[in-house]
């Protein structure tokens, strides 16, 4: 099972790539984990300096922006 990881400290724009995701992941029909991780200190272990982010299976796919739900749906396949 795929983990997905969102990082950020809960503004509008994490919010809004949390929402992406997760349409993305009903069109594709996809089941995964999901954490939301809001901790600075935590985001910072992952060497992002800028939210939100999202990290797949450990690897981080998008820094500082909100994608479109297909260009998610393109990184989580």
């Known amino acids: 099972m795929k983990k997905i990881q969102i990082l950020g400290t809960g503004c509008p724009k ?10 993305a992941l009903n069109e594709l029909g996809i089941e995964c984990e999901i954490e939301k991780v809001t901790d600075i200190n935590d985001i910072l272990n992952f060497g992002v300096i800028m939210t939100p982010a999202l990290v797949v299976d450990g690897e981080i796919k998008i820094v500082g922006k909100i994608s479109s739900v297909g260009e998610i749906k393109e990184l989580i396949q």
């Not at 809004?16 to 349409?23: A, F, K, P, Y």
């Open 14 to 23: 994490c919010k809004r790539l949390t929402e992406h995701v997760e349409t």
